[in-house]
């Protein structure tokens, strides 16, 4: 369409037709339209983010001003709305994510560098590898069942059945699958060229792993880990299953942790969701500081997991 | 046993490093006891005792052969250049030196390699220590992102270094003609280096776990030229002690820095093969075959 410019050399003709080319026609609607919408698309995602947030903050003051920010956060469950607190939900979810990483870190870790390492690139390995990525988006509430067979059913006499121990472990399984996928992400960041380094100098495949590939994975293992116990934090359905509906910690004095540990319990999500179902309408205002508190300490697992990625960024 | 001949080349006797005669003959009286171990009958004629003969070699993909029957000859305390156009399994050849190939998992290979006279592909043979007498130094520098002196020192540690450290790091950084660069900055990362000087630290890192043999694949190709003079003097100078194999892509390094060189090319089924092999002063002033010819004169490849 364009015609070629150039060809007749100088003058005032010339320049002006270079400059009518150059200048184009004017508004080009089709791609403002289509910037439009993907600007569109962002907003409404981020809009609803925003309203949530800004409606439970300000569904949860008349809970703060009323009880205090120190007494909600440590206060024991309870059917009182004047009395009832999440300390031990927060106690509940903390014991079930020191459980969580104790088992998912070295177990999901291990898995991971044997898919990435030393398992052969087969037939077998490709179809676990697949499974494995199935099994993380396989629906929470099936873990829930099969931690109500596994944990509180089959190995009660370990466990204890309906405890805090069966919740920590169906969640561990729960992310196991993320914890290898993000592991096995990290490892896969370490270029050949590294593990080629190690091997040229007589290093075996142990050695390369041990001094090389998992040292300059570790802060990728380590983020991946922290988010994968964000998303553990936030699991509710699971839970339901395994004992933690109405339970609360035994809170006498004269209970001891292993009896907190093998008696009834409580986390955060499903004290949220247990409020959320009880009559009184204090409860309502008491449900969103819970939901508040919730999503303050996920954001604050997340931040620290981006603060590592970015403190220990390798560059290549 | 006859003693092996040096030619040493005016590089070489320029820039000759301090300490490096002695354990040059150690390693070199260490491989004529190999040789006599392993049964030096395939030496032949040749003017230097051969560190590697190689009999009706294949390397394979899968299915795919990406070179075929090779037969060649490799001389001690030389440094035998392979030239060829891309894509002709110069690169494959060489890792298959060290056994670097057994990596790629759907790599295998027919014939054999023997290495002072042992078969290099034996059931027996641990590719781990191979690549401990075989060392190597990779096209692209690959410093571990850890410190100099420990660049340096990893190799020496996990093959049961004992001695001083220090002075294992210190050595092995000056026989690669990079100490007085970083003498002061043992502590900093090998990463931070410039590109040619991390390739000298790759090759302090080889020459730390006292290989007998360097395989070089493409050294300098991401390297300026000042850069690559400076590896090339070295090559000079490490060949009192070591043997040294080189892929290169660059004709007038060849044709500078090798004693001998390998052409090779790849026939009508991609399958790279060996045109001919001799001094690198025949290769490039008189080959005998026409493929080297035109490709020495750049008029294909």
């Known amino acids: 369409m364009a015609g070629r410019l150039g060809t007749l050399g100088s003058g005032p003709e010339v320049q002006e037709s270079v400059r009518r080319a150059l200048e184009g026609t004017g508004v080009d609607w089709r791609s403002r339209i289509w910037e439009a919408f993907l600007v569109f698309s962002l907003v409404v995602s981020f809009v609803f983010l925003v309203w949530l947030i800004a409606s439970q903050v300000i569904a949860s003051i008349p809970a703060w001003q009323a009880r205090g920010v120190v007494d909600i956060l440590t206060s024991p469950t309870s059917s009182d709305p004047e009395k009832a607190g999440i300390g031990q939900g927060i106690v509940g979810s903390?014991?079930?994510?020191?459980?969580?990483?104790?088992?998912?870190?070295?177990?999901?870790?291990?898995?991971?560098?044997?898919?990435?390492?030393?398992?052969?690139?087969n037939f077998a390995s490709r179809t676990l590898n697949t499974v494995i990525r199935n099994l993380a988006g396989v629906p929470a509430v099936v873990y829930g069942i099969l931690g109500l067979f596994f944990f509180v059913i089959v190995a009660a006499p370990l466990t204890g059945g309906r405890t805090v121990i069966s919740g920590g472990l169906t969640l561990a399984v729960l992310v196991l699958p993320i914890s290898i996928i993000v592991t096995a992400e990290?490892?896969?960041?370490?270029?050949?060229?590294?593990?080629?380094?190690?091997?040229?100098?007589?290093?075996?495949?142990?050695?390369?792993?041990?001094?090389?590939?998992?040292?300059?994975?570790?802060?990728?293992?380590?983020?991946?880990?922290?988010?994968?116990?964000?998303r553990a934090f936030g699991e509710t359905a699971p839970l339901l299953l395994v004992g933690a509906v109405a339970g609360a910690f035994?809170?006498?004095?004269?209970?001891?942790?292993?009896?907190?540990?093998?008696?009834?319990?409580?986390?955060?999500?499903?004290?949220?969701?247990?409020?959320?179902?009880?009559?009184?309408?204090?409860?309502?205002?008491?449900?969103?500081?819970?939901?508040?508190?919730?999503?303050?300490i996920i954001i604050l697992i997340n931040a620290v997991a981006i603060y590592l990625r970015n403190r220990y960024a390798r560059k290549w | 046993?006859?003693?092996?001949?040096?030619?040493?080349?005016?590089?070489?006797?320029?820039?000759?490093?301090?300490?490096?005669?002695?354990?040059?003959?150690?390693?070199?009286?260490?491989?004529?006891?190999?040789?006599?171990?392993?049964?030096?009958?395939?030496?032949?004629?040749?003017?230097?005792?051969?560190?590697?003969?190689?009999?009706?070699?294949?390397?394979?993909?899968?299915?795919?052969?990406?070179?075929?029957?090779?037969?060649?000859?490799?001389?001690?305390?030389?440094?035998?250049?392979?030239?060829?156009?891309?894509?002709?399994?110069?690169?494959?050849?060489?890792?298959?030196?060290?056994?670097?190939?057994?990596?790629?998992?759907?790599?295998?290979?027919?014939?054999?390699?023997?290495?002072?006279?042992?078969?290099l592909y034996d059931d027996k043979v641990d590719p781990v220590e191979v690549r401990r007498r075989i060392g190597m130094v990779f096209q692209k520098p690959n410093p571990f992102p850890k410190s100099i002196h420990e660049n340096v020192a990893f190799g020496a540690r996990i093959s049961g270094y004992k001695g001083n450290m220090d002075e294992l790091v210190e050595r092995s950084l000056r026989r690669a003609a990079i100490w007085d660069e970083v003498k002061d900055k043992l502590k900093q990362p090998g990463t931070a280096l410039s590109g040619g000087q991390q390739q000298r630290l790759c090759i302090a890192r080889a020459i730390a776990v006292e290989p007998d043999v360097i395989l070089m694949d493409e050294p300098c190709s991401a390297l300026d030229p000042v850069a690559t003079l400076k590896i090339e003097e070295l090559m000079f100078e490490l060949r009192d002690?070591?043997?040294i194999l080189i892929v290169t892509h660059n004709m007038q390094q060849a044709a500078r820095a090798s004693d001998e060189t390998a052409f090779l090319t790849m026939g009508e089924d991609r399958a790279g093969y060996m045109v001919e092999k001799g001094p690198t002063s025949e290769i490039f002033t008189n080959p005998k075959n026409r493929l080297t010819e035109d490709y020495v004169s750049g008029r294909f490849g």
């Open chain 1, 94 to 121: 903390m014991i079930m994510m020191f459980i969580v990483s104790l088992l998912s870190l070295p177990i999901g870790v291990a898995g991971a560098i044997y898919l990435e390492e030393y398992a052969p690139d």
């Open chain 2, 1 to 119: 046993m006859t003693e092996v001949k040096q030619e040493p080349s005016p590089i070489a006797a320029n820039v000759k490093a301090d300490g490096s005669k002695e354990s040059g003959r150690r390693v070199a009286a260490m491989q004529r006891m190999k040789v006599a171990v392993g049964g030096g009958d395939q030496t032949g004629a040749v003017a230097s005792e051969s560190v590697f003969e190689v009999s009706n070699f294949n390397a394979y993909y899968g299915d795919f052969r990406a070179i075929k029957d090779i037969d060649m000859s490799i001389p001690m305390n030389r440094i035998t250049a392979f030239i060829g156009p891309s894509g002709c399994g110069k690169s494959t050849l060489l890792r298959c030196f060290n056994r670097m190939n057994d990596l790629v998992p759907i790599a295998h290979n027919s014939g054999r390699i023997l290495y002072h006279g042992v078969d």
């Open chain 2, 241 to 243: 002690e070591f043997t």
């Open chain 1, 250 to 296: 035994a809170t006498a004095s004269n209970v001891s942790f292993i009896d907190q540990l093998l008696g009834p319990y409580t986390s955060m999500p499903t004290l949220i969701y247990d409020w959320s179902r009880l009559p009184q309408p204090e409860f309502r205002s008491l449900t969103a500081a819970a939901i508040v508190v919730l999503l303050v």
């Open chain 1, 186 to 230: 990290a490892l896969r960041a370490v270029p050949a060229s590294i593990r080629e380094a190690g091997f040229g100098v007589g290093a075996t495949r142990w050695e390369v792993i041990r001094s090389h590939v998992l040292p300059y994975a570790a802060p990728g293992i380590l983020t991946g880990i922290i988010l994968t116990l964000a």
